[in-house]
């Protein structure tokens, strides 16, 4: 074909085109002319998309340079085949571009952007044309060759009416065609049943009913109602039926203040009764703050067709995306513990506004974990509800620079369907097509449900001062019930009066407090999600038998040293397990990332599994850790802890995506959806955290007293001051304690390695779960004084106060210095150069809950202390000392003899920034604290 007068002189320009179609969609030009396409070089690797044209188009001018003159070119660029090729570019056009013209808004504000390529003449072609068969190609018409007047007709009624489809930016093929092929061959407008169409009817008046209800029974009182996107409640059901019938056990959802109660009481079937209780203001929990009704969550079962489906829709802040990636971590959490690798059995369905969608990023990390081995789920389901105005006033020009709110997801290249919220026919296609999709490829979709807000932002809002002319328009509107009602009853669906009766049998169940979710189910497989009963209920308590059998710590440090042969190690990783391998059989003190290897072993070996994700934490930042070894031959990597033992529990560790805020969030997720598992973030370095602050705020610290979920996830935060500037010194304790009340968390600044290995064994073998905040060490990690021995390991605990380690005189000593963490160090050691035996150091390694028995234990027999010195390496504006120095004092006032003590401060001075940026500034100030911890 190549040598064929085809592709030479004058066709170069009709070549050249069809090329460009071959390019953009390898499949819209006919077979020969692919196959003979397919043929071209290309750079190596490179998609057809993005193969650049010149060098190719360069070959076809060649090929017609060469033609000698007077040689007879056949007219193969004849005008037909040149329609032919515009036909195909017109088809393409359509699946590019046809959702800008698409009627996705119900309100018919949006002022589409003019699309010439969907023009006829822009193509070259006209109305002449109309009746001249063409081949289809790709499109999925159903025959091969159709008039061009039916070719745009389908196309108008796939591409432009109530779905705006985009899925062209999606690379693969496949993909791609799985798509068209959904929409094309139906026109994206499949025909559903009578009975099908009758139940959509049913759960949009169910959705309109109660928000009717709750307006006359509470004007003006905050619900943030559905008005104006009730289809959303029909989308829900199909959505959970749907996956039900894919055999999906659970259904986790994330969900958006707006018709968050309608789809409590419609969808997971809450009792109306006590959605009204929390009208009326009434204390529905025994413990805790609680919190408002439209962040409350909600678990229930619900019957579908392949079985019994559980629900849990999360709990979540006023912060709106930040749920977004809690929701994903409970996901995996689940699919985990059922071992659905594929993602099969646990669905993730996350509820966005459309303003928070576009301008929040913790979207965009949530979408950027959503392929990778730490976070992926095998997809998620994201409806957007597109009320086109944002949160109070926001005007689509202030909201965002994108076209649409939803453009972010396609940098997963997932589908978007923007589907017209007044069109329920439509929405229920879209809904199927993207739950196939979902199972199907295990990648995550978007619905753009385009709808309205019929209220302001809330019921005490009043929209019109900010959006008349929006809200001029909604006045008028009838409501997507309505219209609904209205098309049902002239294509004799249904008649008027049953449509009416559907709204009486609601609002009486409604009265009557019955539920009003059609599927739940009354008595639910309580087998279906985890038995929190051991871990609820518990006083707090410091203590637990940490202990382990010997013998058994010693074959299992063997073990966890053992790397197979064929596994070639690096020589520093070497070391460090052939160091290991010397604590192992006594022959070296044990370091800290020896004591901490050991007590995941030992977890292991007591049925916990364990998960640690954060930035470097297979290596650890400061390299102690290498859990996982890189083969130096070909890059595998093997996990010695993962191969402890035949059938021992999972052990998953990863580097995560650099994010700390979907990250945290996720692993707050998985935590407070695993109960028995060790859960462990890792910061880089320990103030990373502050990307994540509102996961800290809105969830450790506070979900347990507004929402009863206990959560145990462990924070591993590097802390301490060593010269390396506002960035890298402090994990800024100060703000984790600011947030300590009600026993809420705990914060520990452990400084030997027994003391983290009790401290991560506490933290799963008691049944108590609280998150546990770890200031972990940097230099400690390799400092000779930090050392414990297996022995300690065996028979030890965690010690909330560890007492002076020195032979001292308790009767001599006046002076008792209070401590927690690196400092400790620094202080023992000008201790001893200084000989001062007249002075104690205690270091508290927990510092809340407060130890303070434990510390007045520490202190009792100091019988002769004049004062007592609070030394921190913080400034004084930060570290323990203004959150915790009441607790001192209480301590201080408590010693027997009654005589109160003076608190003093030695520490850095007050400071804006967390540490200074000069190590001859560091130094100084270090030496000068130590130092007032003995003489102020
Ligand atoms: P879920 O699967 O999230 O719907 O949880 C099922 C049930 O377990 C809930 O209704 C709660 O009673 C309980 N539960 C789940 N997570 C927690 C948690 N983090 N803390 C306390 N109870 C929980």
Redesign the pocket.
Known sequence: MWRSSHVSGGNVHYVEALYEQYLADPESVPDEWRSYFDQLPRPEGSPSHDVPLSPVRDQFYQLGRENRPGRVVAAADSGENKKQVKVLQLINAYRFRGHQKANIDPLGLRNPTPVPDLDLSFHQLSKADLDTEFQTGSFFLGIDKAPLRDIVDALERTYCRSIGCEIMHIVDTEEKRWLQRRFESVRSAPEFSADVRKHVLERLTAAEGLENYLASKYPGTKRFGLEGGETFVPMMDELIQRAGGYGTK?VVIGMAHRGRLNLLVNILGKNPTDLIDEFDGKKVIERGSGDVKYHQGF?SNVMSPGGEV?L?MSFNPSHLEIVAPVVVG?VRARQDRRNDEEGNKVLPINVHGDAAFAGQGVVMETFQMSQTRAYKTGGTVHIVINNQVGFTTSHPLDARSTEYCTDIAKMVQAPIFHVNGDDPDAVLHATQVALDYRQQFKKDVVIDLVCYRRRGHNEADEPSGTQPMMYAKIKDHPSSRSLYVKRLVEEGVISEESAKAMIETYRNDLVEGNHVANALVQEPNESL??D?TP??GHEWSGNADTTFDMKRLQQLAARMCEVPDGVEVQRQVAKIYEDRRKMQAGGLALNWGFAETLAYATLLEQGHPIRITGQDVGRGTFSHRHAVVHNQKDGSTYVPLQNMADGQPRFTIHDSILSEEAVLAFEYGYS??A?KDLVIWEAQFGDFFNGAQVVVDQFISSGETKW????GLTMLLPHGYEGQGPEHSSARLERFLQMCAEHNMQVCVPTTPAQIYHLLRRQVIRPLRKPLVVMTPKSLLRHKEAVSSLEDLAHGKFHMVIADQAELAPAKVTRVVLCAGKVYYDLAAWRADNERHDTAILRLEQLYPFPKEELLEALKDYTNVDDIVWCQEEPLNQGAWYSSQHHMRTVADMLKDGLGRDLKFAGRPASAAPAAGYMSVHTEQQRQLVEDAFNL
């Open positions: 659970e678990s559980h849990a409970s999600f985890v929190w871990y609820l407070t959806t109960p009863g979920r206990v959560c």
